[in-house]
């Protein structure tokens, strides 16, 4: 039996009115990698806000790790990167040790203490996988936005989460380093086993890395494998031919 890890159904979401999701429906089984791609605007953001309970549907029903409102337990085996941490407060009084330890938060029992030794390993390989061990002392305020990025997704991925959503997590890095994060990501999914959830305006990449692709445009327009994708019609009205294959990676 496969594992439903989240399930949308018929989801509605209005801000003032306007609807940035109508109709949303899909789910993500234990083990997927899911690219979800899309014009500006068209409700990415809101979807994985949803999806995390961060936003209460206006309509349908949203279903995380198989229950709705999820709250602290659930959160437990997720890791998430929001797409607006990018700007963080140069005063913000945290070096990027402590900012991948707070990750582990939602694994403490009350009291709820970051800095105990246990956590030491996990921390460390959480900076070395994203190679920012050596900046550890420094202030997160004072970073240039690739490594403030980094030490970000080192918080979402140290605590060796079931599922891990990342909304845009590449924007703020330079080529080599987004390799770096798509390589470990990989490796999260296929010897981790980590599902993976990645909003993404990367197209040229998502194809030879994601399982299945969602295309949202306030619905969902596309949801298939790469193969589907390649071979779908609308996708070609959307793309055009060549660009279709590019994504794809397949042909
Ligand atoms: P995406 O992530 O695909 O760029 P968003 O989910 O951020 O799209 O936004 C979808 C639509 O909802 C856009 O039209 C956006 O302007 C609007 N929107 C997003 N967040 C808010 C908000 N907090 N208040 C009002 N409108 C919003
Ligand atoms: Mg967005």
């Keep these: 039996m496969s594992l439903e890890l989240l399930a949308m159904k018929n989801v509605v979401c209005r801000y003032q009115g306007h609807e940035a999701l109508s109709d949303v429906t899909f789910s993500v089984t234990a083990g997927d990698y899911?690219?979800?791609?899309?014009?500006?605007?068209?409700g990415k953001s809101t979807l994985i806000r949803a999806a995390l309970g961060l936003l209460p549907p206006d309509a349908g029903q949203v279903l995380l790790f198989g229950v709705e409102a999820a709250s602290f337990r659930q959160w437990r085996r997720l890791g998430y990167l929001p797409q607006s941490m990018r700007q963080l407060n140069p005063a913000f009084p945290a070096t990027v040790e402590e900012v991948v330890r707070l990750g582990l938060l939602p694994h403490k029992r009350f009291p709820r203490r970051v800095g105990g030794r246990r956590d030491t390993p996990a921390v460390e390989r959480a900076l070395e996988a994203l190679g920012i061990a050596g900046i550890r002392r420094k202030l997160i305020g004072e970073l240039s936005g690739g490594q403030?990025?980094?030490a970000l997704l080192a918080r979402a991925i140290v605590g060796r989460p079931e599922l891990l959503i990342l909304d845009e997590p590449t924007t703020a890095l330079d080529p080599e380093t987004r390799e770096r994060f798509y390589t470990l990501l990989e490796e999260l999914h296929r010897e981790g086993g980590t599902t993976i959830i990645l909003v993404t305006h990367d197209t040229g990449s998502i194809g030879s890395m994601a399982s299945r692709l969602i295309y949202v445009d306030r619905k969902?327009?596309?949801d298939g494998t790469l193969d589907d994708f390649c071979h779908s019609a609308e996708m070609t009205a959307f793309f055009g031919e060549a660009s279709q294959h590019l994504i794809c990676h397949r042909h």
């Design 220 to 222: 969902i327009i596309f």
């Design 34 to 42: 899911l690219g979800i791609v899309g014009p500006n605007g068209s």
């Design 148 to 150: 403030q990025q980094r």
